[in-house]
């Protein structure tokens, strides 16, 4: 069966340091894996996707986020965080035979001052 | 970017009253999904929706639940009656075709509150 895992609950960081936010998968083939963002009393944004090619893959707002198969993992990253990107953060998972997509649990970061 | 667009974005209603969460989706797309998510936690898939037709839906889909779009109008979840454990805020989404169908947009969501 399918899966996504986001181990860490919550992810406090200070602005200016970097950051990685660990999201693990289970399926049997290659999914579509995304990150999604949801800011305070809103609905979820896409930060970025991937599917196939190079497995660094480049999204909004400067997150970057590495596709690793051996590692069935999608761990989402920023060089330089900012107080702007308190959220919480999903990583989610679409298979290619329907568009049903599961999500995790999501990680709240917390960027501070 | 595509928007997705909600109405309303708060509904108090009282137990056992029947409601209606409205949806908007992306003028040019035509998968259409219902999430539920309670008190910020994980979003739950609820329904998906393509051709007219309830393609898959979970477990949390229960049979006081439907699901239309009348004439591509609003996207529509009709809850009757509804329950206090109905009481989350509900996602709608839209996805496009072809290489585009995986990707899906959010609505900000209509936050139910059942009394």
């Known amino acids: 069966a399918q899966s996504v895992t986001q181990p860490d609950a919550r992810v406090t960081v200070s602005e200016g340091a970097s950051l990685q936010l660990r999201c693990k998968y289970s399926y049997s083939a290659t999914p579509y894996l995304f990150w999604y963002v949801q800011y305070p009393r809103q609905g979820l944004q896409l930060l970025l996707k991937y599917y196939s090619g190079d497995p660094v893959v480049q999204g909004v707002n400067s997150f970057e986020a590495e596709f690793s198969k051996s590692n069935s993992s999608f761990h989402l990253q920023k060089a330089s965080v900012h107080w702007s990107d308190s959220a919480v953060y999903f990583c989610?998972?679409?298979?290619?035979?329907?568009?049903?997509?599961?999500f995790g649990d999501g990680t709240q970061l917390v960027v501070k001052p | 970017g595509p928007k997705v667009l909600q109405i309303p974005s708060h509904q108090i209603i009282d137990m056992g009253q029947m409601v209606t969460l409205n949806c908007d989706p992306v003028?040019?797309?035509?998968?259409f999904y219902w999430y539920k998510q309670i008190l910020g936690q994980q979003m739950e898939f609820l329904v998906n929706f393509y051709n007219g037709k309830v393609m898959e839906k979970s477990k949390l889909f229960k049979d006081q639940f439907s699901v239309e779009r009348p004439d591509g109008s609003y996207f529509t979840l009709k809850i009757q009656p509804t329950a206090l454990e109905d009481s989350a805020v509900y996602f709608c989404a839209s996805s496009g075709t072809g290489s585009s169908a995986e990707t899906l947009y959010f609505g900000s969501g209509t936050r139910l509150t059942v009394l």
């Open positions: 989610a998972l679409s298979m290619i035979s329907n568009n049903r997509i599961f």
């Open positions: 003028s040019n797309h035509l998968y």
